[in-house]
C-alpha cells in the first residue's frame, strides 16, 4: 500500500462525531437498519507516522486524536476498522515499543464500540524492499513468539489480556498486498522485485504468523494480506496460487480494489469470491477519487458497496475517512480518495455512505 496521510483537525473531528449526521438530514447512525455492521474504514483511526515524527508526539498528544477518530468512524454509520500495521517488534506507531501504543488505540476503537481488523507484518507497507533485502522473517521463533503474545494480549480470554479490554481481536491480517511487493520495487530499491516476496516466501510468513495466531487464540481468524490488483492477471494468479499453495492458513480471503470504472472491479470480487472456495471474502482496502466530480465518486461508491455485497462479499473498507492536505497530496498515492474533504468537510460520498450504513431514505 502506498504510503498515505489522514490528518484529522480536532476541531472537525469533533464537529462530525457531534454533528455531522444530523447535518446530512440524518439522526444517530443505527447501523443495525442498514450495511454499517458490514462496512469499514481502512486506517480510519490512526494518526499518520510522518506527523508524530514531524511534531514529537507522544502518547498523550496522540490519545484525543485517536479518540476523535473513532467517534468520527462511528458517526459514518461504519462499524469496522482496519488498523495498517502492526509491526514486529512495534506497533503501527512504530515510535513505540511494547504494548502502550497498541492499548491507546483499542481502548479509542472499543470506546465506540467499534471492531477491528489489525494488520500483523515483520515489514511495513510496500516499502518493504527498502528495509530488507530477504523478505523471508530472519528469526522464526522471535517472530511467532511476538505474534503470540500480541495475539493474546487481544483476545479477551481472561489470560495476560490488556488491562480494560471489552472485545476481543479476533481478525487478522497477515501483511499487506504481497503481490505488489513482487511486482513493483519500491523507489530507491534496486532488488528486483519478481524474486522478492514471491509466493513461496510469503506463503511461508503467512503459515508462520497463522500458527502462532492461532496458538494464542485458537478462535481467531486469519486474513492473507490484501491482494492489490484481483481484476488483473498477475493479481489473480497470484490470489489463486496463495490460496491452492496455503489455503489451510487462510480463514478469510482478503482483496484490495482500486478501480477506474466499476466492472474491473466486480471481476476482481468474481474472482476471489470463485477462488475463495465457500470462505468469507474481504475487501480490506477499495476507494476511488472524487477528483472526477463529487458526484462520479458518490456513485461509484453505492455501485462498489452494493455491487460487492450482492457477490457475497462479507466486510468493505474504504480508504479513507479524510483527504490529506494539498501540500501532502505530493507525497501520497491517492489524492482524494476520501469520504472527507481535509478538515472533514463532507463530500457527497459520505451522503452516499452514510445511507447505505444506516438504512437511511
Known sequence: MRQRLLVLGSFGAALLALGAHSALGGSEPDPGAGLGERMGINEGVSVPKRRIEQEQLGLEEINPLLLEDAAAVRGTGAMWVRLHSSNHPFTSQARFAGFDAMDQWVRAVQGEGLHAVVVLSPWSGTATALETDSYVVPDEQAWHAWVRSFVERYDLDGEQDMPGLTEAIRHWEVDNEPDLKNSLAPRGSSIDPQSFCTIGQYGHVLDLTAAAIRDADPTALVLNGGIYRPHRPHGEAWLKALVEQHGDAIDIVNVHSYPEEIGPFLRGIDTAVAVADGRPVWVTETSVSSER???????????????????????????????????????????????????????????????????AP
Do not use: C
Not at 462520479?296 to 480508504?319: C, D, I, K, S
Open 293 to 359: 466530480g463529487e458526484a462520479w465518486q458518490a456513485n461509484m461508491l453505492e455501485q462498489m458497496v452494493t455491487g460487492a455485497f450482492e457477490r457475497g462479499v462479507e466486510r468493505l473498507f474504504w480508504h479513507t475517512l479524510g483527504d490529506p492536505p494539498e501540500h501532502a497530496r505530493r507525497r501520497v498515492g491517492m489524492s482524494q480518495n476520501a469520504l472527507y474533504h481535509f478538515g472533514l468537510q463532507p463530500k457527497l460520498a459520505v451522503e452516499s455512505w452514510i445511507r447505505l450504513a444506516t438504512g
